[in-house]
T-cell receptor, first 112, second 112 residues
Framework: GDSVTQMEGPVTLSEEAFLTINCTYT??????LFWYVQYPGEGLQLLLK?????DKGSNKGFEATYRKETTSFHLEKGSVQVSDSAVYFC???????????FGRGTSLIVHP | EADIYQTPRYLVIGTGKKITLECSQT?????MYWYQQDPGMELHLIHY???????EKGDLSSESTVSRIRTEHFPLTLESARPSHTSQYLC???????????FGDGTRLSIL
């Protein structure tokens, strides 16, 4: 079956540091890939997505590239802010399925 | 801006009570989902629906039930609450296969 593996957290960074959160997947066919963010006390919200190989999703300074050859979708940001402190979830949807597969989530803590 | 609404946001209640968690969406989405989110952040799918009069159990065994009488409404019911039901419950909806999910802000449930 499908699976998503994220790096374990928490990831602790100082403000303006570079962020990478690793995500690799196993899926049949050509899945769509997503990153969601969950701020404290809220539900998940879509951060970015990519639907085919070599697509780059981007939003709010975050980027992730769909790498079919390495089955990866790593999340990056060049300069994090305290307001980026949240939990980040990598997810996929295999073709034809309405049920997504989520990673376990990675907590990011950014210090001033 | 949330187009999917969950009530109540917080509920503290005694063992044995019947509880209904409400979820409504204004986007006309056919697909709706209920997740249980544990303190370690991981999401567990407990119920989903492909449309009116369609409901299915998810991966995580749950003592709850759901109904889908109207497209916009997907309530979850616990007939007799127990302390093991203490958790956060997230409702979500989506459109097509490659589309992301939209999440509500969740209900944090505590059973005493």
């Amino acid at each position: 079956g499908d699976s998503v593996t994220q790096m374990e957290g928490p990831v602790t960074l100082s403000e303006e540091a570079f962020l990478t959160i690793n995500c690799t997947y196993t899926a049949t066919g050509y899945p769509s890939l997503f990153w969601y963010v969950q701020y404290p006390g809220e539900g998940l919200q879509l951060l970015l997505k990519a639907t085919k190989a070599d697509d780059k999703g981007s939003n709010k300074g975050f980027e992730a590239t769909y790498r079919k050859e390495t089955t990866s979708f790593h999340l990056e940001k060049g300069s994090v802010q305290v307001s980026d402190s949240a939990v980040y979830f990598c997810a996929l949807r295999s073709g034809g399925s309405y049920i997504p597969t989520f990673g376990r989530g990675t907590s990011l803590i950014v210090h001033p | 801006e949330a187009d999917i609404y969950q009530t109540p946001r917080y509920l503290v209640i005694g063992t044995g009570k019947k509880i209904t968690l409400e979820c409504s969406q204004t986007m006309g989405h056919d697909k709706m989902y209920w997740y249980q989110q544990d303190p370690g952040m991981e999401l567990h799918l407990i119920h989903y629906s492909y449309g009116v009069n369609s409901t299915e159990k998810g991966d995580l065994s749950s003592e709850s039930t759901v109904s889908r009488i109207r497209t916009e409404h997907f309530p979850l019911t616990l007939e007799s609450a127990r302390p093991s039901h203490t958790s956060q419950y997230l409702c979500a909806s989506s459109e097509g296969v490659n589309q992301p999910q939209h999440f509500g802000d969740g209900t944090r449930l505590s059973i005493l």
